[in-house]
């Protein structure tokens, strides 16, 4: 405990000036800490024996958590905007099991419903008149959306859509919300009207009886079972057998059924229908941060406090955060966690200003924004799993237990490399974009890419290179990043050289299409994190804060140059006969960061209740609170400390004559 609060007083970042910074400002903190202070307060969001529950009763007491906070705490703390909402959601932690109501089927009416529409409806699931979710993806089809097979035939004597479930593929199959409460749910399925198939739109249906709850005729549904992780949402399944819906529950803000039958197509894209995953994959980069950064704060705090190995004689055991394998590994995550908050921010506000302009009808950024939220979503998701593993691992034994905080943080955080699509099949979208780009760059020499892909008429190594400079790394990426892109459009033409099909061309270069997407997300996120701690309220901060942000910039920057030093030699970006040098940058950039280490992790601002980890308190005190925990294990609770088991098993054994 004394070391924990020691380097805390050691330390000169200015914590509370980083934390207003993560958040947003003094008022929004603060908003936040009152709004966890009256969770943690409330005894209907206990957590003693949370870890012991069994699957039922998590699910249970979720549910009995949501309905509370919706009905009790937001009208009390009158809670209104997306931010206080989330910090209500993130410090009562678990899935809250009605989320897919607010997150996509609210979303999505808002997005693509009609005016008449959204004052139809919005106003039920605002006061929880209904309870919706998003029944996109079915047994046979996840990816593949334009192959969903549910069909919405129109019948034009009754103005009604036909839903129906054609094959066992078809059902329906993940969607959150689904299993146990939805009552209502948007149904993407193939729109038939006079014969012809006009491809997936998005319905309103109605599944269970808002009088009982019991389904509706002609409607199959419940949970699909056990699951990695996310025990407490019900992930369900939906078969429908002709379930007749009115006209007006095809959302038709962009295409219409008119009452006749006749289809009016979209003015413009028919990829608005995707919008609501747009919006999801945009938010996911900063869930993303929000897990990364909590399993950073139990795995820094706790090297610090544990101690393993002698190493002088009469000296103390040397602290865990000591041992530069351990700061290479954490510090450099560290940075990490704050390259995935800035991409965060800049993805966000890039879906905030498509969205005006598409509120105009002006699609212009529409394919930027949805290259770059599927290349983020990708990389964001898959560095904080991949991250909280590695805190986890660092943390030894004690961070495999479930009071380590870790398993939970790890099972929320990786579905989400799979959910709101899979991060191959998106990496494969913003590839796809990138070949656009170097295309029209070729073929229109007055053409400007974006300034994301700005490296296709930019890319120059600079000479006497520093690679403390921004600037220069930059430069090494713009680089790295248009071989890369060169070498995945060659693959493909040279396969439609040799005669294959777009598919095959396409498919045979999949992995260098995959690996160009990464590269290119990966220099948006370093030019992200250069550019944002180069504005304004950054150089507003007090110098050693800017000085430890430039450092982990470095770190971000230039560890991935290292990791993937083989793609910057071929691209002529960087010499083998640099890598010590740079290697030695990242060395004296981890060690400056070292002292701020806690500091950094406190900004985060996270309660101990929410981080739900005996190593991650803020006081240090791990052991006390480890036995303490042991104390509510039920396996030690039986009469005289001996279990069942022996009597009914064990005892045979011991007594066997072998
Ligand atoms: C709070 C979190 C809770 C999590 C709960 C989880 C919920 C879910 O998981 S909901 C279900 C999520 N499912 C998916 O994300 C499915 C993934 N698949 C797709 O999005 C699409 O099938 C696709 C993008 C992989 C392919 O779509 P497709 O229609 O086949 O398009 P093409 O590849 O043929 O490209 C044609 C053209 O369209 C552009 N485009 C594709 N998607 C979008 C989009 N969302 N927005 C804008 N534009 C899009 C694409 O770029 C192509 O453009 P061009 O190159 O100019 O032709
Ligand atoms: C926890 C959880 C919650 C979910 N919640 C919802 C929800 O609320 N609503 C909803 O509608 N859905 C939901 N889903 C479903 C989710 O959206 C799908 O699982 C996801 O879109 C992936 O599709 P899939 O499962 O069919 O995988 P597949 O598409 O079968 O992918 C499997 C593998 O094949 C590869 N692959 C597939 N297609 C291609 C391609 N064209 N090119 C290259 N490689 C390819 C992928 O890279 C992947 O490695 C949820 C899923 C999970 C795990």
Known sequence: METIAAERKASKLATKELTYFLYGGEEMVLRKREIENAVISDPTYDITKYHYLTREELFEQAVKKSVHSITKLMPELDILGVFERHSLTSVIGGENPLSLHTDMFMPTITGQGSDEQQEKWLPLAT????IGCYAQTEMGHGTYVRGLETTATYDP???EFDIHSPTLTSIKWWPGTLGVNATHAIVPARLITKGEDKGIHNFIVQLRSLDNHTAMKGITIGDIGPKFGYAEMDNGFLKFEHVR????????????VLPDGTYVRPKTSSKLSYGTMVLIRAGLSKFSFEMLSRALTIAIRYSIVRRQTQNRPGEAETQLLDYVNQQHTLITLLATVFGIYFVSQDTIQLYVKTQSQLNEENMELLPELHASSSGVKAISTNLASQGIETCRIACGGHGYSLSSGFPFLYQSTTPSMTYEGDNNVLLLQTARYLIKIRKEVQEDPSYSPPDNVNYLTEAVRPRNINFRSPQHQLALYQCMVRACV???ATKVSQGEKIGLDYFDAWNAAA??????AEAHTHYVMVKSFIENIDKEE???????????????????SLNYILNKSGLFIEAGAIYGRELNEIREVIQSQILEVRPAAVSLVDAFD????????????????????MWEWVQHNPRNKHKNGVHPVYKKYTRKLLRAKM
């Open 127 to 130: 006061n929880y008149k209904i």
């Open 157 to 159: 004597v009754k103005q």
């Open 245 to 256: 819906i009115p006209r007006d529950n095809l959302l038709m803000r962009f295409s219409q």
């Open 486 to 488: 060169d070498r995945a």
């Open 511 to 516: 992995v260098e299409l995959i690996q160009c």
């Open 538 to 556: 950054v150089r507003n901060m007090s110098p050693y804060n800017q000085f430890i942000l430039k450092c982990l910039s470095d770190i971000f």
């Open 606 to 625: 996270y309660p101990d209740f929410v981080l739900r980890s005996v190593l991650g308190r803020k006081d240090g005190d791990v052991y006390t609170a």
